[in-house]
Structures are given as structure tokens and as C-alpha cells.
Nanobody, 118 residues
Framework: QVQLVESGGGLVQAGGSLRLSCAAPGISFSLYTMSWYRQAPGKQRELVAVITSAGTTNYTASVKGRFTISRDNAKNTVYLQTNSLKPEDTAIYYC????????????WGQGTQVTVSS
């Protein structure tokens, strides 16, 4: 069973930064679309950022210009650089790996807590 492993969360003041990492051992990492989701208390899980196998990125509107997703295929790792953090960014951040072909594969990490104080 593949398990993604997130790290880098923590407590930070508003305006601060964190760099989240997600290691994905045991998969053909370069072939996967990698994403970061987050879930705040009492809210649904939402997609934050995506990076395709080709390196194309996309972000939800609320984090554009503040967050940057990147990947290192040699290390089987995806990153989320979070800058100018706001209290509303407080959530558990989850890493996701998806591959459509030849067989659908979908893996999740256990999450890492990000707490932004005002």
C-alpha cells in the first residue's frame, strides 16, 4: 500500500511562510499529477494547487500569488511554498497523487497541520 508522507506544517504568525513537503516513495512519481488539498474545521476538503506530470500548475483563487507548488522527480517529492499566510489558511494540508493510465491510481497522505495565528 502506497502512503504519501507530508511534512513541514506548524504554527506561524500571519504574514509568515512555511514550506510543505510530500514524499511519494514506491510510485512512478514523474507520471503522476500531484496536488495539495486542505481541510479546515467544519469545512469540506478543497483543492489548493496542482502540478501535472508536464509541470503545468494551477491554483485556487484564494492562494494565487502567495503559494507555489513544485516537484522534484529525482526525489519523488512535491512541495508547497506558502507565503503571506493568513489565519484563513489554517487547515490540515493533504498531498494527493493521481495517475489515470494505464490503470487509475489515487493515493493520499495523512496530512500536516498548518495553523496561522493573527
Amino acid at each position: 500500500q502506497v502512503q504519501l508522507v507530508e511534512s513541514g506544517g506548524g504554527l506561524v504568525q500571519a504574514g509568515g511562510s512555511l514550506r510543505l513537503s510530500c514524499a511519494a516513495p514506491g510510485i512512478s512519481f514523474s507520471l503522476y499529477t500531484m496536488s495539495w488539498y486542505r481541510q479546515a474545521p467544519g469545512k469540506q476538503r478543497e483543492l489548493v494547487a496542482v502540478i501535472t506530470s508536464a509541470g503545468t500548475t494551477n491554483y485556487t483563487a484564494s492562494v494565487k500569488g502567495r503559494f507555489t507548488i513544485s516537484r522534484d522527480n529525482a526525489k519523488n517529492t512535491v512541495y508547497l511554498q506558502t507565503n503571506s499566510l493568513k489565519p484563513e489558511d489554517t487547515a490540515i494540508y493533504y498531498c494527493n497523487a493521481v495517475r489515470q493510465e494505464p490503470i487509475f491510481r489515487n493515493y493520499w497522505g495523512q496530512g500536516t497541520q498548518v495553523t496561522v495565528s493573527s
